[in-house]
Every structure is written in structure tokens, then in C-alpha cells.
Nanobody
Framework: QLQLVESGGGLVQPGGSLRLSCAAS????????MAWYRQIPGKQREWVAA???????LYDDSVKGRFSISREVHSSTVHLQMDNLKPEDTAVYYC???????????WGQGTQVTVSS
């Protein structure tokens, strides 16, 4: 059974940092480009960053230069280091394979990130 467990969210002031982690099933992790997504209530889930099995990095323009994605092969974990956070980064953050369907694919519970003074 697929496992995607996100953690590390919280409340932080603008300009602060958080590090998110996602523990995935090893079989799923080893063959997929992994990505982080975020969703604000009432809006569509959006992709923010991805990392291929070979380590190629992709970022949405809204987070480029502030967020950094990485993967730990030995623990099948994907991280998202978020620096210089802005109020507009407030959302529930999820991890999954790049291209996962919001409706047809399995998703974990996500982790809430709130950026507020």
C-alpha cells in the first residue's frame, strides 16, 4: 500500500523558514520524479517543486530562489526547505509523484504551513 506522510509544517513569521519532509513507500519513491504541491482552500492544488530520480530540479517561478527540494534515497524521503517565507505561501503542502492526479491518485494528509505575523 502506498505511503505518503508529510510533516514539518507550522506557523512562522514572514521571512522565516520551515523544512518539510515526506516519507514515501520505497518502491514508489525509487521510480518516480517526486514533487511538492500546495493547496489553498477553494483553489486547485498547484505544483511548486520537483526532483527527478537523477536529481534534476524544477521549481515554479513563485518559489524559485526561496525553496529547495531534495531527496534522501536511503530513507525514501523528500524534503522541501522553505526560506524567506511569505504570507502567500500559506497552504496545505503535499508530496506525490510529478503529474499525480488530484482526484484519481492517492494523497497523504498534507501538512499545514501558515505564514503570518
Amino acid at each position: 500500500q502506498l505511503q505518503l506522510v508529510e510533516s514539518g509544517g507550522g506557523l512562522v513569521q514572514p521571512g522565516g523558514s520551515l523544512r518539510l519532509s515526506c516519507a514515501a513507500s520505497s518502491s514508489f519513491f525509487s521510480v518516480n520524479t517526486m514533487a511538492w504541491y500546495r493547496q489553498i482552500p477553494g483553489k486547485q492544488r498547484e505544483w511548486v517543486a520537483a526532483i527527478s530520480t537523477g536529481g534534476r530540479l524544477l521549481y515554479d517561478d513563485s518559489v524559485k530562489g526561496r525553496f529547495s527540494i531534495s531527496r534522501e534515497v536511503h530513507s525514501s524521503t523528500v524534503h522541501l526547505q522553505m526560506d524567506n517565507l511569505k504570507p502567500e505561501d500559506t497552504a496545505v503542502y503535499y508530496c506525490n509523484r510529478l503529474g499525480a492526479s488530484p482526484r484519481d491518485d492517492y494523497w497523504g494528509q498534507g501538512t499545514q504551513v501558515t505564514v503570518s505575523s
